[in-house]
């Protein structure tokens, strides 16, 4: 069985363009869920049956495995189940008859305008760090990118004279997203002071680069975003993926339509992006109850 999963991996990386952050997550759920089988006497992929996969999701929630972790390791078994069939590894799915654990979405986090400015503010001074920090949080609250998305950046997908960047997403998708005049503005002088500088042959391809001029990591642009948050006074838990809410939420506060939304942040479901409309009816709601004489 574990063979087979070697080849599963393979397959999600060669044939479904998933990226090497899914691949490593569903390797993980996978290798896990072979140890049980291979503990529970399933040796073979036809040995498995729906109650050898019911109890194995029961010992994760017994483990306090949230219901999202377990959707996303039940989806990977799936997966895993639907490949074997289709290349004669097995006879039967044992995953047809299993249902998904119920998900309760939780309302995303956000920044109110005055939280934003706040946080750009924290960023103010001639330093070169103070430069970058403040061109990334910007391109990151004009275009929605995902964390990834942003530090993988590479200059020549960045066209400051038009106003657009392409960006390639979740499923090797890729896509253009408008970038906006400051944010603009904010990388233009992130390049010629600051960039130039670290990198004057231009030897590196990305966007955005550390002291030593490297390309930033993901974790590297974490701390950066916390530590400009505790600086603006911001006491919300924050985190790159705030800005992308706060885009959104923003966005839809102000008129745009939700398909647009929808392609800006690389949604492959339109209801992934409607829950941001359950944002803005709940502070509507809260608005009402604040202002309104009798609400």
């Known amino acids: 069985m574990n063979d087979y999963l070697d080849l599963f991996i393979s397959y999600l990386a060669v044939e479904k363009g998933l990226s090497a952050n899914t691949q490593d997550a569903y390797s993980h759920d996978l290798a896990r869920y072979l140890d049980f089988l291979d503990k529970e006497g399933c ?3 036809d040995s498995v049956k729906s109650t050898d996969i019911a109890l194995f999701m029961g010992r994760l929630k017994d483990r306090g495995i949230g219901p ?4 996303r390791c039940l989806s990977a078994i799936r997966m895993f189940h639907k490949f074997l069939m289709v290349e004669n ?3 039967t799915n044992p995953t047809s008859i299993i249902e998904a654990p119920r998900i309760l979405h939780k309302l995303p986090e956000f920044l109110t305008t005055q939280e934003v400015d706040a946080l750009f503010a924290a960023c103010s001074g001639a330093a070169a760090e103070n430069t970058r920090d403040l061109a990334m949080l910007e391109l990151l609250y004009a275009t ?6 942003l530090v993988g950046l590479r200059l020549r997908e960045v066209n400051l004279d038009s106003g ?3 960006t390639v997403g979740k499923g090797n998708k890729e896509r253009l997203v408008p970038i906006g005049e400051s944010a603009c503005d904010k990388v233009g002088a992130y390049l010629t002071v600051v960039r130039a500088k670290v990198d004057p042959l231009g030897e590196t391809p990305f966007l955005f680069l550390s002291r030593l001029g490297s390309g ?3 974790q590297a642009f974490w701390n950066i ?3 400009r948050a505790l600086l603006a006074g911001i006491r919300k838990n924050i985190s790159p993926h705030t800005l992308r809410h706060s885009f959104a939420t923003h966005l839809l506060e102000n008129g745009a339509d939700l398909r647009s939304v929808q392609i800006m942040l690389g949604h492959a479901d339109l209801s992934t992006t409607q829950i941001y409309t359950h944002v803005t009816r709940e502070r509507l709601k809260r608005l009402h109850q604040e202002i309104h004489p009798r609400g």
């Open 68 to 71: 999202r972790s377990r959707a």
């Open 225 to 227: 975003i916390k530590k």
């Open 216 to 218: 930033m990591s993901r």
């Open 164 to 166: 657009y960047l392409m």
């Open 89 to 91: 590894y097995a006879a």
């Open 144 to 149: 929605g990118l995902r964390v990834s998305e």
């Open 43 to 45: 040796t073979s992929s």
